[in-house]
């Protein structure tokens, strides 16, 4: 099953790791992907004994660079050929309290897979030397992607993790499967329960940009508005098909913000974006919150928000304010009198009423 591409590397970290003592797998979406026919640029890889060793020797062999997470003994190494691999101690978890993040023990492969998210996800091939491409699925990851449903492994699932809610919508919608009843009723309880409010703003970003990472994004969608999960995002957020006229996550979120109206600014305040990002988006929600052309020029991300969010503008709305300050203190005006002028020329000029400057100034000198 394993794909030829990545056959000769997975032998590789096999055979290193049982020099090691240690035996190995690869686990999770890959296999899941391997078995569906589906490209990947992830691979979990998970170990019984410490991943430490085997991280170097990757980036040794092939190149790259590693990041260690010190908390679960797990380490992200991304390949010079872009390929990511994430090595990971085989473990146990243990939640303390509903949302927070899980304390974690060493322990065997079948403990690391019963720690998944949904049955389709927790199945593992081996990658040791005399074993390899072996199948271990002790929960029915197969029976579950045959049947095409989204089941998670214990009822608890939600309650410990939150953000699982939000994959579940994003796998069923992403691969057409069928969200499992006892897993439907769950969902629909953890909703009303509110367990989404656990969780930090950070993790809530996170989870919403890989939502909007979705190449069916409609679908998703209609999942999170069936199972009322938008809310925990930000209340009012809903499908627009705008959505579909941008390109990348930046350009979406701020479709999302024009769509909230008056509330748009306090959303992107909520997401906790980089300080570059939530300038320039706050910048396109202004000028279409307000309704009126920009006085600077805007970025090709502001121009791609707006075009989504107001398709019949004509090109001349997004242009710069084609009155200046300048000539309108040469008039005699002075303070607000300038800025009243210029909001009342970005109004016009947005809608429409002044197409260049030549009619600006005629405007201006009447």
Known sequence: MIPRKYKELLQTVGAYADKLGIKAWVVGGAVRDFYLGRDTQDLDLTFEGSPESVAGFCVKKWGGEKRKFSQFNTYRVTLQNGLK???????????????????????????DLFRRDFTANAWALSISAKSFGQSYDPFGAQKAIDKGIIKILHEKSFSDDPT??????????????????????????????????VLSRERVRQEFVKVLEEKKLQEVFALLEKYELLQFIYPGLKWN???LKAKSVEAKIGICACLLGPSGSEFLLHL????????????????????????????????????AVCPGLKHTALKPCFV??????????????????????????????????????????R
């Open 85 to 111: 691999l994430d090595l990971v101690q085989a473990r146990k978890e243990y939640y303390a309290r509903p949302g927070a993040l899980p304390e974690v023990t060493p322990s065997t492969i079948k403990d």
């Open 164 to 197: 699982r809610l939000y994959r579940a919508a994003r796998f069923a919608g992403r691969f057409g499967w069928t969200i499992e009843r006892t897993t439907a009723r769950l969902m629909q309880d953890a909703s009303r329960e509110e367990y989404p409010l």
């Open 241 to 243: 098909g705008a959505l």
């Open 272 to 307: 906790h974006l980089g300080k570059e990002t939530m300038h320039e988006l706050l910048g396109a929600w202004t000028v279409f919150d307000g309704q009126k052309s920009p006085t600077s020029p805007l970025t090709p991300l502001q121009e791609e928000i707006l075009r």
């Open 324 to 365: 200046k300050g300048r000539e309108l203190r040469e008039l005699g005006l002075s303070g607000r009198k300038i800025s009243m002028a210029i909001d009342r020329f970005c109004k016009l000029q947005w809608q429409g009423r002044i197409a260049n400057r030549e009619q600006a100034l005629e405007f201006l000198e």
